[in-house]
DNA sequence: ATCGCATATCGTCGATATACGATAAGTCCC
DNA sequence: GGGACTTATCGTATATCGACGATATGCGAT
C-alpha cells in the first residue's frame, strides 16, 4: 500500500461505499431490504445462490460499509438498510453526476 | 469465475459500473472529465498522485466499464465520458434507490 | 445441561485489483 | 531516418476479494 492516502476522504468513502454495492449479491440483498416494510432475518440467504458463510460475508461487507444494520433478534439476527446512510451515498453520487449534463453536448471531440 | 451467472445480467451490468467507479482515482478522473467543456488529453496524470502507467490503467477500467471514450488526438489521447453510460449507470442506481425512502420510517425494529 | 437452529467467524484457495518500473508503440518535428 | 514526446502494454509483486466447508457462538426449547 504505497501511500494511500494522497486522495480526499470524501472521495475515498464515497469508493468505499460504491465498492460495497459493486457485487451482484450484495446489490441482491440491498434490493431485498429496500423493498421490504419488515426487517429480514433468515430470509436472505434462502434468496441466494450462495452458501450461508458467503451470504454472512457480504452482509458483513455491507455493514462495515455502514449502508446496513443489523440487530440480535431472538436467536436470528434482524437486517435492514440505514436510510441515511443509503441517502448519503445517493447524495455524493448525485454530486458526482452533476456537472454532467451541461457538458453533455460536446461531442466536438469524441 | 464459479458460475457466475445464477445472478441477473442486469445486475452484474450495474456492479460492474460501480466497480468501475469505485476508486477514488478513478472518481477523480470522472469527476475531471464531468467538469470539463473540453476533452482532457495529457493532464489527467498530472492532476493524480499515481504513475503514468498506472493511471493508464485506470483509464482503461473505466473505458471496459464503457464510462469514457478515448480517442488518439495527434500525439496524445483525448478522454471524454460517455453522456448515455453516465446516466444509464444514474438511472440504474436510481432504480436501485428509488424503493427506500417509503419504507424509510419503519424502524420499529433495527 | 443438552439439543437444534441461525448466524458468525476461521482457514484456505484461486482470481482479481492495484501499484510500479521498464519497455513498446505511435506521432510530431527536425 | 532520428530524436523527443505521449500513451499503452508488459512483467511483477503484494493485497484484497469471493467463494467454500468446517467450526464456533448464541439463543430457545426440551
Known amino acids: 500500500m504505497p ?14 461505499a460504491l465498492k460495497a ?48 444494520r443489523g440487530t440480535v433478534e431472538g436467536r436470528s439476527t434482524c437486517y435492514c438498510l440505514d436510510p441515511e446512510a443509503m441517502a448519503a451515498v445517493k447524495e455524493a453520487i448525485d454530486g458526482l453526476f452533476d456537472g454532467l449534463f451541461l457538458s453533455a453536448p460536446n461531442d466536438n471531440c469524441c
Chains 1, 2 share one sequence.
Do not use: M, W, Y
Open 3 to 16: 501511500v494511500t492516502s494522497a486522495f480526499s476522504d470524501t472521495d475515498r468513502h464515497l469508493a468505499d
Open 21 to 68: 454495492l459493486a457485487h451482484p449479491a450484495r446489490l441482491t440483498i440491498v434490493r431485498l431490504l429496500a423493498n421490504r416494510d419488515e426487517c429480514v432475518c433468515g430470509e436472505i440467504v434462502d434468496d441466494l445462490p450462495l452458501a450461508q458463510s458467503t451470504v454472512s460475508q457480504h452482509l458483513k461487507a455491507l455493514k462495515e460499509a455502514g449502508l446496513v
